[in-house]
C-alpha cells in the first residue's frame, strides 16, 4: 500500500480493510450511499402527486440513477461478502447465500404483493393478474406492460436474477476468474443495448429493463470489489478521489444522465455512468472520515440508508402521480411511504435478520 502521505486525501482516510479481507462489520458510507439513492427515486415519484405538482431538476430520470446506484452498490457489497468468505473458508456455501438473501429480501417484497392482491380483489388497485404473477416470480423487468402499484419491482427481479447467477459464477470459476465475468458484462453492456434499440426499438420490450442491458451496473460493482486493492495502490487512480475530482465525477453522471434521450448516451454513456459511480463509492468507503464521509455516516443519513430497502419497496404504493385518492397526495403520502416502511422494516424483516446473521455466522 502506498504512503498516504503523498495521496491527495486526509492522512486519517486509511482504507478499511484490504482486499479479501472482511471489514468487520458494516462497510462506512454504504448506508448513506443508499440513502442518497433511495431520496433520488423518492424525489422523482413525488413529481407529479396530488398538492405538489410536476418539477423537473434538469438531471433527467433521476430516479432510475438512484437505482444505478443500488446497483452498483449491490455487486460491490455483494462481491466483497464472497470474497471475504472465500478468504475465511476457502469455499462459499450457495445454499447459505441464498438463504441469507431470502431472509432479507422476501419478507418486504411478498408481503407488498400480499398487500397488492389483497386491494386489487377489493377494486381498489387497478394491475392486473400479469403484474402479480411477474412480481411474484422476479420477472417484472420482462413485463413491459406493468402497471404503477408494482412496476417498481423491476430492479428487485434485476437483483435477484443477479443474486441467482454471480454466486454460481463465483464458485465455479473462483475469486480469480469470475471477475472476468464480470468485465466481460461490462463490455457486452453497450452491444446489448446497442441491439435492443436496433431490434426492439418498435416493441414494447424497447423499454424494458431486460438484464443484458442492465448487468453491467452490477458488474461494475463487481469488478470493483475484486480490484479495489489493486487500485488503492495506483496513485493516478487516487487522484480521483480528490473533492475536485470527484465533483467533476459527479458532473459528468449528471451530464450523462440529463441526456438519456440521446441513443449514443443510452450505449455508452450508462457505462460511463456505471464507472463514475463504482469510483465514487470506492471514494465514500475509502474516504469515509472526510467531510463527505462524516455526511454519509451521520446517524439520520445512515438510518435512511438502512431503512432504504423497506421504502423502496412500499413507497409505490404512495407516492402515486396517477391517482388523485387523499393517500397519494403530498405531505400524507410521503409520511404515509416513511410509516409503512418503518413498520415493515421492525415488525416484518427486522425478526428474520437474526437468523441471517446466524447463519451467516
Not at 439513492?37 to 433527467?60: K, N, Q
Not at 469455499?91 to 407488498?112: D, E, G, M, N, T
Not at 388497485?125 to 423487468?141: E, S, V
Not at 467531510?291 to 438502512?306: D, K
Amino acid at each position: 500500500m502506498a504512503s498516504v502521505a503523498t495521496l491527495p486525501v486526509p492522512v486519517d482516510t486509511q482504507p478499511p480493510a484490504r482486499e479479501g479481507v472482511p471489514f468487520g462489520g458494516r462497510m462506512p458510507s454504504l448506508d448513506g450511499l443508499r440513502a442518497v439513492s433511495i431520496i433520488l427515486v423518492l424525489v422523482s415519484h413525488l413529481s407529479g402527486t396530488r398538492g405538489i405538482g410536476r418539477f423537473d431538476l434538469g438531471i433527467g430520470d433521476y430516479g432510475h440513477l438512484g437505482v444505478v446506484v443500488f446497483f452498483v452498490i449491490s455487486g460491490f457489497l455483494i462481491t466483497r461478502l464472497l470474497l471475504s468468505e472465500h478468504a475465511q473458508k476457502g469455499y462459499i456455501s450457495l445454499k447459505r447465500f441464498y438463504l441469507r438473501r431470502v431472509l432479507r429480501l422476501f419478507p418486504a417484497a411478498y408481503a407488498l404483493i400480499a398487500c397488492a392482491t389483497i386491494l386489487w380483489l377489493a377494486g381498489m388497485l387497478p394491475i392486473k393478474p400479469g403484474d402479480l404473477w411477474h412480481a411474484a416470480t422476479y420477472t417484472m423487468n420482462y413485463y413491459p406492460q406493468r402497471y404503477w402499484d408494482l412496476g417498481h419491482l423491476w430492479s428487485l427481479s434485476v437483483e435477484e436474477q443477479f443474486y441467482l447467477l454471480w454466486p454460481f459464477a463465483f464458485l465455479m470459476l473462483g475469486p480469480r476468474w469470475a471477475p472476468w465475468v464480470a468485465a466481460a458484462a461490462i463490455l457486452c453492456g453497450p452491444l446489448a443495448r446497442g441491439l435492443n434499440w436496433h431490434y426492439l426499438r418498435n416493441s414494447l420490450y424497447y423499454h424494458a429493463e431486460l438484464f443484458p442491458m442492465v448487468a453491467d451496473s452490477l458488474a461494475t460493482g463487481c469488478l470493483l470489489a475484486k480490484v479495489s486493492g489493486w487500485l488503492e495502490r495506483q496513485s493516478w487512480y487516487l487522484n480521483l478521489f480528490h473533492p475536485v475530482c470527484s465533483l467533476g465525477l459527479v458532473a459528468l453522471i449528471l451530464l450523462a444522465n440529463r441526456n438519456m434521450r440521446n441513443i449514443w448516451v443510452v450505449i455508452v454513456g450508462t457505462s460511463v455512468i456505471n464507472i463514475c459511480i463504482g469510483i465514487l463509492v470506492h471514494r465514500s468507503v475509502y474516504c469515509f472520515r472526510d467531510w463527505a464521509g462524516r455526511l454519509l455516516n451521520w446517524r439520520p443519513v445512515a438510518f435512511i440508508g438502512v431503512l432504504s430497502y423497506s421504502l423502496y419497496v412500499w413507497q409505490q404504493l404512495f407516492l402515486n402521480p396517477n391517482s388523485h385518492a387523499w393517500v397519494n397526495a403530498f405531505p400524507q403520502n410521503l409520511v404515509l411511504a416513511f410509516a409503512a416502511a418503518l413498520g415493515s422494516y421492525l415488525l416484518l424483516e427486522k425478526p428474520f435478520f437474526r437468523l441471517r446473521h446466524h447463519l451467516r455466522a
